[in-house]
């Protein structure tokens, strides 16, 4: 049994088979897609249809499918849906749709900072009574948004996310996702890979977010590595990262996540590798990141 929620991302249009179905609006792949997750282990399916660097999407085209789309995948399978996208239009019109009587309680992802509709959305949230991620990467400002820096801005923002959830729209904790941000390990010279991990086991020192969940996009992680090594890496992250308090997870089912054990090479590497990102006196966070790259491109 998995230690964590996974959330399965293969109906985003980021991966062929997702594409292909949009484009043939072919509802029985989509089918497809939710059942072959669903009995891979997924306890949600993260339904994204918006557009990607390839493929351009147009609002209307996704809210004219939503009616058909929907029914569609709860037909196939009663696992959850997570709603993944910016707009609050597009969460407006599926929750509209979505039958609470054949599946349980959705996710909304995501709310943030920067959300043109950040009020609207959280109407949404306590009206249709969702779960929720709200995503930790920015942070609240006197100007509205700003991009987190640092562990301490994550938890801020975190802390900020939470006590709006609980004020606005009835949450309780275990009803909140915080997802805060994950970068690829081979191109990190930010040093946002550390800063996500810190933040976590600052949220999780915090009794006052005691029942708070903790998500990541694990894709993220390996992007840019080869494909062979990526499901290693991957596991290697989720191993430092449950172990910091991460407890949910958006990821492919049909990689065979799970946690390792410390000795284990990926493991290693990729500990080495996120020293390595941390800065040294007199070394800039650029220069820990190009470290921090090396070492990850010992395991190709």
Same mark, same amino acid.
């Given at each position: 049994?998995?230690?964590?929620?996974?959330?399965?991302?293969?109906?985003?249009?980021?991966?062929?088979?997702?594409?292909?179905?949009?484009?043939?609006?072919?509802?029985?792949?989509?089918?497809?897609?939710?059942?072959?997750?669903?009995?891979?282990?997924?306890?949600?399916?993260?339904?994204?249809?918006?557009?990607?660097?390839?493929?351009?999407?147009?609002?209307?085209?996704?809210?004219?499918?939503?009616?058909?789309?929907?029914?569609?995948?709860?037909?196939?399978?009663?696992?959850?849906?997570?709603?993944?996208?910016?707009?609050?239009?597009?969460?407006?019109?599926?929750?509209?749709?979505?039958?609470?009587?054949?599946?349980?309680?959705?996710?909304?992802?995501?709310?943030?900072?920067?959300?043109?509709?950040?009020?609207?959305?959280?109407?949404?949230?306590?009206?249709?009574?969702?779960?929720?991620? #709200?995503?930790?990467?920015?942070?609240?400002?006197? /100007?509205?948004?700003? &991009?987190? @820096?640092?562990? *301490? !801005?994550? =938890?801020?923002?975190?802390?900020?996310?939470?006590?709006?959830?609980?004020?606005?729209?009835?949450?309780?904790?275990?009803?909140?996702?915080?997802?805060?941000?994950?970068?690829?390990?081979?191109?990190?010279?930010?040093?946002?890979?550390?800063?996500?991990?810190?933040?976590?086991?600052?949220?999780?020192?915090?009794?006052?977010?005691?029942?708070?969940?903790?998500?990541?996009?694990?894709?993220?992680?390996?992007?840019?590595?080869?494909?062979?090594?990526?499901?290693?890496?991957?596991?290697?992250?989720?191993?430092?990262?449950?172990?910091? #308090?991460?407890?949910?997870?958006?990821?492919?089912? /049909?990689?065979?996540? &799970?946690? @390792?054990?410390? *000795? !284990?090479? =990926?493991?290693?590497?990729?500990?080495?590798?996120?020293?390595?990102?941390?800065?040294?006196?007199?070394?800039?966070?650029?220069?820990?990141?190009f470290c921090q790259a090396a070492k990850i491109m010992e395991l190709f």
């Amino acid at each position: 049994m998995r230690p964590f929620k996974l959330i399965g991302e293969l109906m985003n249009n980021s991966f062929a088979r997702a594409a292909r179905a949009w484009k043939n609006r072919d509802l029985s792949a989509y089918q497809n897609l939710a059942k072959l997750q669903a009995d891979l282990g997924a306890n949600y399916l993260t339904l994204n249809i918006d557009g990607t660097q390839s493929m351009m999407v147009k609002p209307q085209e996704m809210y004219d499918f939503l009616p058909e789309l929907i029914p569609a995948i709860q037909e196939a399978t009663s696992i959850p849906i997570s709603f993944d996208n910016p707009s609050y239009e597009f969460h407006r019109r599926a929750l509209e749709v979505y039958d609470r009587s054949k599946s349980d309680r959705p996710i909304l992802n995501s709310v943030a900072a920067s959300r043109p509709q950040l009020d609207e959305m959280l109407e949404l949230v306590a009206e249709y009574d969702t779960l929720v991620i #709200g995503m930790a990467s920015e942070k609240f400002t006197t /100007e509205g948004s700003a &991009q987190c @820096l640092s562990a *301490d !801005d994550v =938890y801020g923002a975190a802390q900020d996310l939470a006590q709006l959830l609980l004020d606005k729209t009835n949450r309780k904790y275990d009803q909140i996702i915080i997802d805060p941000g994950l970068a690829p390990v081979g191109a990190d010279t930010y040093g946002l890979v550390n800063m996500g991990l810190d933040a976590i086991r600052l949220i999780r020192s915090n009794p006052d977010l005691d029942g708070v969940h903790i998500s990541v996009g694990l894709t993220n992680f390996s992007f840019g590595t080869p494909k062979e090594i990526r499901e290693g890496l991957e596991s290697a992250f989720l191993t430092l990262a449950v172990d910091a #308090g991460l407890d949910f997870v958006l990821g492919n089912p /049909e990689k065979n996540l &799970q946690l @390792l054990d410390r *000795d !284990d090479r =990926y493991v290693q590497i990729v500990s080495e590798a996120l020293e390595c990102g941390r800065p040294a006196e007199g070394e800039t966070q650029e220069d820990a990141g190009f470290c921090q790259a090396a070492k990850i491109m010992e395991l190709f």
